[in-house]
C-alpha cells in the first residue's frame, strides 16, 4: 500500500442502489436487444468472476424492465442504454427494495441474526407465491438470485422447478461466481451471459464513484492494479494493510506444498480477532490463488484430474469455513493453519 492510507469509508453501495456503470457493453446490449425483440429468453445465468458488476447489471436490467413494462414501445426501441433515471419511481422502489414487481433471492440472517451460509429452500419457494399470487403492480415480475452458487441443493431444485415452466412476463437473473458449477439442469434453461473482468481504468472509475475517492488518488490506483478487474477486490485492498496482508498470504502459497508454521503464526496474528477487511483479503488471495491453479490445469492436456477435483472440493470447504469465521466471529489464526493444510494435502 502506499504510504498515505486511504482513511474514507470504503463499503460498496449494494448493488440496488448503484447508479454508475462502467464497462460490459457487450452484455447491457445483449440483454437491451432480447427485450425489445419481443422474445427475451425468460432466464439469464450472469457469469463471471467476483466484484465485476454481475449484480449491478442484474437490478439495472430489473430496473429498465420494471420502469419500461412494454418492450416495444418507442422507448424501449429507440433505448441505447439500460439507464434509468435514480428520480424514477420504480428506481427509488427497487433501490429500497420495495417494488411488488422484484423479488431477490441472496442469504439472510436465521433467527439468531446470523448470516446463513446458503440459501434456503424455504426461500426459494417464496417464487412460488411471488409469480402465482395477483401482482401489486402490472406487467413483468422479475427474480434475481444473487447468487445462484449459493443455493442448497433442495434450493436449486425447487428453483428448477419454476424455471422448466415459468410463468407469463417472467425474468429470472442468475447471479453466478462459478455458472460452469451450476446445476447443469439449470443452465440448461439459461441464456448464458459470461462478464469478463473489468479494466484497470473502469475498476478505478468505478471504486472512486463508490468511494467518493479522488480518481487519482495513488492508494486508489495501487489497489485497482492488483484488483484483477474487481472493483470489490479493489474496495478491499483499499482498507487498512489489507494490500500488504494480501501480498503476504500470496508469498506464503507460491511456497505450497511447504508451509513454515511461523510464518502461518505470523500471518494469523495479522488477520487480527475481528477485522473482517484483512480476513476478506485473506479470503479473496486463496481463491485467486485456487482459480489462477484450476485454469492453469484445466487447461492443460495432461492435467491431474484427480488433483484438480481435490482442489475444487477443498474450495469448498474453505469458503465455508471463511463463512462460519465471518459468521460467528472465530478466531482466525485456526483457519489459517486450516486453509493451509488443506490445500498443502490438495497440491502434494
Known amino acids: 500500500m502506499s504510504a498515505r492510507k486511504v482513511e474514507q469509508d470504503v463499503a460498496a453501495p449494494h448493488p440496488r442502489e448503484t447508479t454508475a456503470w462502467f464497462g460490459h457493453r457487450d452484455a447491457e446490449m445483449a440483454l437491451l436487444d432480447a427485450y425489445r425483440s419481443g422474445r427475451i429468453p425468460h432466464a439469464w445465468l450472469i457469469g463471471g468472476a467476483q466484484g465485476i458488476g454481475k449484480a449491478t447489471l442484474a437490478y439495472r436490467m430489473a430496473k429498465f424492465v420494471l420502469a419500461h413494462r412494454n418492450p416495444l414501445a418507442p422507448s424501449v426501441q429507440d433505448a441505447r442504454t439500460l439507464h434509468v433515471e435514480p428520480a424514477d419511481p420504480v428506481a427509488r422502489l427497487v433501490a429500497a427494495g420495495a417494488h411488488g414487481g422484484l423479488l431477490t433471492l441472496e442469504r439472510s440472517l436465521n433467527d439468531k441474526g446470523v448470516m446463513r451460509s446458503v440459501i434456503t429452500v424455504d426461500e426459494t419457494r417464496e417464487t412460488i407465491g411471488f409469480f402465482g399470487s395477483t401482482a401489486a403492480v402490472e406487467g413483468w415480475r422479475v427474480c434475481i438470485v ?197 490445500l498443502a494435502e490438495a497440491t502434494r
Not at 443455493?151 to 425447487?158: E, I, K, Q, R, S
Not at 479494466?199 to 489497489?223: F, K, Q, R
Not at 483479503?281 to 484450476?294: N, P
Request: aromatic share 4%; net charge negative; charged share 25%.
Open 146 to 342: 444473487d447468487t445462484v452458487d449459493e443455493l442448497n441443493p433442495n434450493a436449486a431444485n425447487a428453483l428448477l422447478k419454476i424455471l422448466e415452466e415459468p410463468p407469463q412476463q417472467s425474468l429470472f437473473l442468475l447471479v453466478s461466481h462459478a455458472p460452469a458449477r451450476v446445476l447443469a439442469t439449470i443452465q440448461s434453461r439459461c441464456r448464458k451471459l459470461p462478464l469478463r473482468p473489468l479494466s484497470t481504468s473502469d475498476v478505478i472509475a468505478a471504486a472512486a464513484a463508490a468511494t467518493h475517492i479522488a480518481i487519482d488518488d495513488p492508494a486508489l490506483n495501487e489497489a485497482a492494479e492488483a484488483a484483477e478487474g474487481s472493483v470489490s477486490r479493489a474496495l478491499t485492498l483499499l482498507g487498512g494493510d489489507a494490500l500488504k496482508l494480501h501480498q503476504r498470504t500470496a508469498a506464503l502459497l507460491a511456497t505450497l506444498p511447504r508451509v513454515d508454521p511461523r510464518e502461518l503464526h505470523a500471518l494469523g496474528d495479522a488477520l487480527g480477532g475481528s477485522d473482517r477487511v484483512a480476513l476478506a483479503a485473506f479470503i479473496d488471495s486463496v481463491e485467486r490463488w485456487v482459480s489462477a491453479r484450476l485454469r492453469a490445469d484445466d487447461a492443460n492436456a495432461n492435467a491431474n484430474l484427480p488433483r484438480l477435483a481435490r482442489l475444487a472440493e477443498v474450495w469448498e470447504k474453505i469458503s465455508r469455513a471463511a463463512r462460519d469465521t465471518e459468521s460467528y466471529n472465530l478466531e482466525r489464526k485456526p483457519l489459517v493453519f486450516s486453509v493451509f493444510g488443506m
